[in-house]
T-cell receptor, first 110, second 115 residues
Framework: SQQGEEDPQALSIQEGENATMNCSYK?????LQWYRQNSGRGLVHLIL?????REKHSGRLRVTLDTSKKSSSLLITASRAADTASYFC??????????FGQGTRLTINP | SQTIHQWPATLVQPVGSPLSLECTVE??????LYWYRQAAGRGLQLLFY??????ISSEVPQNLSASRPQDRQFILSSKKLLLSDSGFYLC??????????????FGAGTRLSVL
């Protein structure tokens, strides 16, 4: 079953605006990851946040984690056309498996 | 640096024909290897994963099988394709070991159309 569920399923914003995507999960985690997928391509790892962290930054990306609510958010600031992609959260299930959500399709309009 | 190769990029196969998709990793040893399938506009479904040569774990019973004949080679196969096997297939690797963060690195994917 899918552990992470992203919200919204699709998001369309103007270039320069900020984009926020949310992820909810069901079980306890050691860490949560965010990936990006350009259309027709493989996924690319963006950022990992550990369960004892509340916020993490990487360039224009900001990830928050609220383990009490079992939720995470990904914020992309000052969006660019190149940020158009699908974004997935993923959590570890067992020792070796990642479970991915259904993803948020982000479209940045010029 | 590590690289992952997956081929072919696209494949059109008739129903009932066999399938073999190959994935190889360079620049690392004893990786964990994964096969996923992705339906259009959907998330990833884990099909198989392997923590070592000859060790295959199947996640979803179906028409597919996987093999790992060498440390850095992972093969997805089918004896007879079904229409429902159409999709986007992704191979990935991660650092082996139980203490790993399990950050996964993906190949470019194979788009399979079964007609």
């Amino acid at each position: 079953s899918q552990q992470g569920e992203e919200d919204p399923q699709a998001l369309s914003i103007q270039e320069g605006e900020n984009a926020t995507m949310n992820c909810s999960y069901k079980t306890s985690i050691n860490n949560l990851q965010w990936y990006r997928q350009n259309s027709g391509r493989g996924l690319v790892h963006l950022i990992l946040i550990r369960s004892n962290e509340r916020e993490k930054h990487s360039g224009r990306l900001r990830v928050t984690l609220d383990t009490s609510k079992k939720s995470s958010s990904l914020l992309i600031t000052a969006s660019r056309a190149a940020d158009t992609a699908s974004y997935f959260c993923a959590t570890i299930q067992g020792a070796q498996k990642l479970v991915f959500g259904q993803g948020t399709r982000l479209t940045i309009n010029p | 640096s590590q690289t992952i190769h997956q081929w072919p990029a696209t494949l059109v196969q008739p129903v009932g024909s066999p399938l073999s998709l190959e994935c190889t990793v360079e620049g690392t040893s004893n990786p964990n290897l994964y096969w996923y399938r992705q339906a259009a506009g959907r998330g990833l479904q884990l099909l198989f994963y392997s923590v070592g040569i000859g060790q295959i774990s199947s996640e979803v019973p179906q028409n597919l099988s996987a093999s790992r004949p060498q440390d850095r080679q992972f093969i997805l196969s089918s004896k007879k394709l079904l229409l429902s096997d159409s999709g986007f297939y992704l191979c990935a690797w991660s650092t082996g070991g139980t203490q790993a963060k399990n950050i996964q690195y993906f190949g470019a994917g194979t788009r399979l159309s079964v007609l």
